[in-house]
């Protein structure tokens, strides 16, 4: 499977950056995965902000309801979730979801592996893509139906989630995720083709 870097790092969401608090500014710009600030063909937008990690919203600048993306950006690791990118995408409704972090290990060519994801005292077993994109630290990509997800997620109404991620039985990852209801909402517009700047 080929994976390709779909996305840039740009001025615009490094400027959101600055002007967050101190614990915020530490964040390394590979981090900002997603990028496009207010140059190029995507738009972000910055909507949540906290001493923990914020939310960007990004989208396609044509606001057409593609490469449209809330991430939870933290010190050391990313959450996203990124919708359709193409015509073709959006009939299979597919979508990613990216876990991104320094305890991740990041390899030399992509590799599939199974992740035990542990959250509200259930444990779930996933395959999963592991994939080097942003620099030093692994990601993983799950691959899901966006549309269907969201729908589910949102009519539960939780707005927040803690979870825990492990690779060959070491945990590697760990969030914390708010305002999670803004930002399902927030994708769910985008991909319609209904975000504005």
């Known amino acids: 499977m080929h994976f390709t870097k779909h996305w840039l790092i740009a001025g615009g969401l490094i ?3 600055l002007a967050a608090p101190s614990a915020i500014a530490q964040i390394p710009a590979e981090l900002l995965q997603g ?7 995507l738009y972000s937008d910055a909507f949540y902000k906290s001493k923990d990690g914020y939310w960007v919203l990004m989208r396609s600048r044509e606001d057409n ?6 991430s939870y950006i933290m010190p050391d690791s990313l959450y996203a979730i990124h919708g359709p990118g193409n015509a073709e995408e ?4 597919a979508g990613q979801i990216w876990f991104s972090g320094d305890k991740i290990r990041s390899p030399a060519a992509t590799e599939q592996v199974e992740i035990v994801i542990n959250a509200r005292g259930k444990t779930v077993t ?6 080097n994109i942003v620099k030093d630290r692994g990601t993983f990509v799950m691959f899901l139906d ?8 949102i ?7 803690e979870f825990t991620v492990q690779l060959e ?3 590697v990852y760990a969030v914390k995720l708010p305002q999670l209801q803004k930002a399902y909402r927030m994708l769910d517009k985008c991909m319609a083709g209904g975000a504005k700047p």
């Open 15 to 17: 400027a959101t950056l």
């Open 35 to 41: 990028g496009g600030g207010s140059q190029g063909s």
């Open 65 to 70: 309801g593609l490469r449209c993306s809330v």
């Open 90 to 93: 959006t009939k299979r409704g």
């Open 126 to 131: 996933y395959p999963t893509a592991l994939v």
């Open 146 to 153: 966006v549309k269907n997800y969201l729908r589910k997620v």
């Open 155 to 161: 009519k539960k109404g939780e707005d927040t989630d």
């Open 169 to 171: 039985g070491k945990e």
